[in-house]
């Protein structure tokens, strides 16, 4: 690997950073003098936004968590294809970029999100074919038990799972895009972008292991 494509990868995640950072329900919650941070379960998410700010809110909060990681894979796709003759591998980097912006932003104490819509951005982002596996389970899940974070953590983990079977059956749409030491690259960071969110749902395992998460319902919580 040459200087420029470790300086690509590290541009592509910076940029990816700063699009993950605009965190919406946040935003949507200022506007309104209500800190996320403080209400419900303290996540700045969709469904903690739906929770305590309405459905219009958490519906405006998912879409943009989802389409702020396109944005940020379309933007140095048209940035970075001046200078590299592939820009495959710096899109997903740049993907990566936007899930730890989203997660970690710097001016919250590195304390954002869940990375599940924007996750989910990532799939669709760069990887379409792997939407309906996890896209399915989640919403049976989710319809089954109410347990949004439980729908969660198996998809994002069926996500990883599938890519590791596209690569090992090889899918032309994977394989044909990132070959070698990419894949290997590309499959690392499936799986830790996977991993990640999971480990930010420990609280929710908890929960779900003791029997006290909450489920999901279209209403706002009541505040005093």
């Given at each position: 690997m040459t200087s420029g494509e470790i300086i690509g990868r590290i541009v592509a995640v910076i940029i990816g950073y700063c699009f993950g950072m605009i965190l919406m329900g946040y935003l949507i919650g200022k506007s309104k003098n209500i800190d996320l941070t403080k209400v419900g379960s303290g996540n700045v998410?969709?469904?903690?936004t739906m929770r305590n700010l309405g459905?219009?809110?958490g519906l405006i909060t998912l879409l943009w968590d989802c389409t702020k990681c396109i944005v940020a894979v379309v933007f140095v796709w048209l940035t970075f294809h001046r200078f590299f003759e592939d820009t495959n591998i710096y899109m997903v980097y740049a993907g990566l970029g936007t899930v730890l912006g989203h997660d970690f932003p710097c001016y919250m104490h590195f304390k954002g999100g869940k990375g599940v819509a924007s996750t989910l951005g990532f799939i669709i982002a760069l990887f379409p074919i792997g939407v309906p596996?996890?896209?399915?389970?989640f919403i049976a899940i989710v319809a089954i038990t109410r347990y949004v974070s439980l729908g969660s953590i198996i998809g994002v983990l069926s996500f990883a799972a599938e890519m590791i079977v596209f690569a090992l059956c090889d899918v032309k749409s994977v394989t044909d895009r990132f070959q070698g030491r990419e894949l290997t690259e590309v499959l690392v960071i499936c799986c830790f972008v996977s991993a990640l969110s999971i480990a930010l749902h420990h609280a929710n395992i908890k929960r779900l292991l003791s029997g006290n998460e909450n489920k999901f319902s279209f209403h706002p919580e009541t505040r005093a």
């Open positions: 998410g969709s469904t903690n459905v219009p809110a596996i996890p896209a399915v389970i």
